[in-house]
């Protein structure tokens, strides 16, 4: 069995957004690219499955959409324990835009599961893994907080609305996956780092794709009131605020 | 230019967030000036379908099946539902279920998506919305350009308005519907308000200290009719079920008050909550980030606190 892990390039959480002047893009000077936290726990989990029967996973495979700037987060998810990346050249566009360039880069391609973060942590748009699936024209389960396989068959655990299902199908399949999937994301060991650097990156030429949707512009989130600070003796003062001036009690 | 909205059923019945979905739906087929239709998969009784009407529901197709959430197959009958009906947006929650399915439905219609949008569009013509970006970091504007659009709706952001008019019920035709898995188990919580859909939430964090420190805030909860959250920390300790975690990574709440109890606001942590009406903050470290985020504060230990704040809202709620 073969899994492909989708990754997507994005800024360190903790990075501080900057804008262009005319705030229609996002600076990007300076800032420190990860893997989308949400991907990092699909690969982790699925470089556990591989350890753990390597007879049954023979291959994981990581791709990503984007320039060449995007090699280094790809090199790292090498160094993480995936055997081969894709890297398609076609940076920018939307959501649609990008799922239709992994779905060109891997039609015909032997990927038994592929596995996609169920958001990435800068458009925030769940939109990618699905529409992949649509296009290969693949089942897929979102929401996935645990992962399974057993020959052919592939057992997820699926978070529902107040609660989770057990459910089984089969490859080839999109699985969106979300926390749960796996605890604490694998870390680079220095042996790793050394044989990223020689596992093969291939390059795949962009696809003739439209995107849906574009940027406009951006805005700063509006600036919180200064925190209204209470005596802790006097809670009969808090709830007098929540009823009578924000209202929400 | 007429709207499509999918309506979610939990064992045949809406909830609050339905009637703000289909009431949100309205009020685009008003601003694009076309008609509203509902699409209800599954099985819901007439009576409850109808209800709707009060939301500005006008024809509500019903495809009845007892085939369980499959993606593909619920992602095909929407986008045949918005081929039928003339559809130029199709519009559903921006819940689990909306971002299994939207991604599909827009690929079916060769459709642009923007997810998580906030409210009414920014502009009609062109199709303009608004969404928070960078986990809450930034807010984005968005234009839709292709033909037919697809949107995914941030719950509590638009808010519930009525409208007169009656909903006719019309049977959709579901037969076709197959399923590519297999539902093994199903477990669901009973008896417990949903985070997803509460209008309190009382969270903890490691300034609780302890799994067996959460009775006075499971008691505070119980007053306000909340539901509980916790923080990272908590949820990976096993101090409380992983589906509890509130922020980056688990999930994004928007009630219209969160308590944050023993929580130091971590940028992870407040992009899971930073849609919140209004946060009040208990932390005994006065530079805690949290304060920063709220909008209500308070210095002092949280085991002599909590309790007192308890008391405080129990007589609230015992006069009014």
């Known amino acids: 069995m073969n899994i492909l892990v989708c990754i997507s390039n994005v800024p360190d959480t903790t990075t501080r957004i900057k804008y262009s002047a005319d705030m229609k893009s996002v600076d990007y000077s300076g800032v420190q690219w990860i893997i989308n936290p949400w991907d990092e726990l699909a690969l982790t989990r699925a470089i556990e499955l591989k350890e753990a029967n390597p007879a049954l996973v023979q291959k994981i495979t990581v791709i990503t959409a984007g320039g060449a700037d995007a090699e280094p987060t790809l090199r790292k998810a090498l160094a993480c324990g995936a055997d081969d990346a894709i890297r398609v050249d076609a940076a920018g566009g939307d959501s649609l835009f990008t799922a239709t360039q992994l779905a060109h880069a891997v039609k015909g391609e032997p990927f038994d599961v592929i596995l996609c973060g169920i958001e990435s942590s800068d458009y925030n748009g769940s939109a990618v893994g699905g529409m992949l699936a649509e296009l290969l024209d693949y089942n897929s389960v979102s929401a996935v907080s645990s992962l399974n396989l057993e020959g052919n068959s592939v057992k997820v655990t699926r978070e529902i609305d107040g609660g989770k299902q057990s459910i089984e199908t089969s490859a080839p399949v999109v699985l969106i996956v979300q926390k749960g999937i796996a605890i604490n994301p694998r870390i680079p060991s220095m042996r ?58 | 230019m007429s709207v499509l909205v999918y309506i979610e059923n939990w064992n045949g019945k809406f909830k609050k ?16 000036g076309g008609s509203l239709t509902l699409l209800s998969i ?65 690929v079916r219609l060769n459709a642009g998506l923007v997810s ?18 960078f986990s809450g970091k930034s807010l984005m504007q968005a234009e839709i350009t292709s033909d037919i659009k697809v949107i995914t709706l941030s719950q509590n952001t638009a808010g519930i308005e009525t409208f007169a ?88 709440v928007a009630p219209n008050l969160y308590f944050a109890l023993g929580i130091s606001g971590a940028i992870q942590h407040l992009a899971g909550i930073s849609s919140s009406k209004v946060i009040v903050a208990v932390n005994k470290d006065p530079e805690a980030p949290i304060f920063s985020a709220a909008d209500y504060g308070i210095v002092g230990d949280l085991q002599t606190v909590l309790p007192k704040m308890t008391e405080a809202f129990r007589k609230l709620k015992a006069s009014s």
Not at chain 1, 193 to 219: C, D, E, N
Not at chain 2, 231 to 236: G, I, M
Request: some cysteine; aromatic content about 4%; hydrophobic content about 40%.
């Open chain 2, 165 to 252: 008019g009656n909903a006719a019920v019309e049977t959709m035709d579901a037969s076709a519907v197959t399923s590519g898995i297999n539902v093994l188990s199903t477990e669901v919580q009973t008896g417990k308000i949903l985070l997803s859909e509460a209008d309190v939430v009382v969270s903890g964090g490691r300034g609780m200290r302890s799994a067996d420190n959460w009775k006075p805030l499971e008691e505070l909860a119980g007053v306000l009719g909340a539901a509980t959250a916790c923080s990272r920390p908590v949820s990976d300790e096993g101090w409380r079920p992983h589906h509890e975690h509130v922020g980056q990574t688990g999930k994004v």
């Open chain 2, 17 to 32: 967030s339905t009637c703000e979905l289909v009431s949100y739906g309205k009020r685009l087929a008003n601003g694009l």
């Open chain 2, 42 to 106: 599954g099985r819901v009784a007439e009576d409850e379908l109808k209800n709707l009407g009060a939301y500005g529901a006008g024809k509500i197709l019903s495809a009845e099946t007892d085939a369980p959430l499959d993606d593909k197959a619920y992602a095909s009958l929407i986008a045949s539902a918005a081929q039928n009906s003339g559809a130029t947006l199709v519009v559903m929650a921006h819940n689990v279920t909306g971002k299994a399915l939207a991604p599909r439905v827009a």
């Open chain 2, 116 to 133: 998580a949008v906030n409210g009414l569009p920014v502009s009609y013509q062109p199709f303009v919305v608004s969404k928070k970006a």
């Open chain 1, 192 to 249: 790793g780092i050394m044989t990223a650097r020689t596992k093969p990156l291939k390059v795949v030429a962009a696809a003739a794709a439209a995107p849906g949707s574009k940027v406009v512009g951006y805005q700063a989130p509006p600036q919180k009131s200064a925190c209204k600070m209470i005596d802790p003796e006097n809670m009969d003062e808090l709830v007098h605020l929540l009823h009578t001036e924000a209202r929400v009690i």
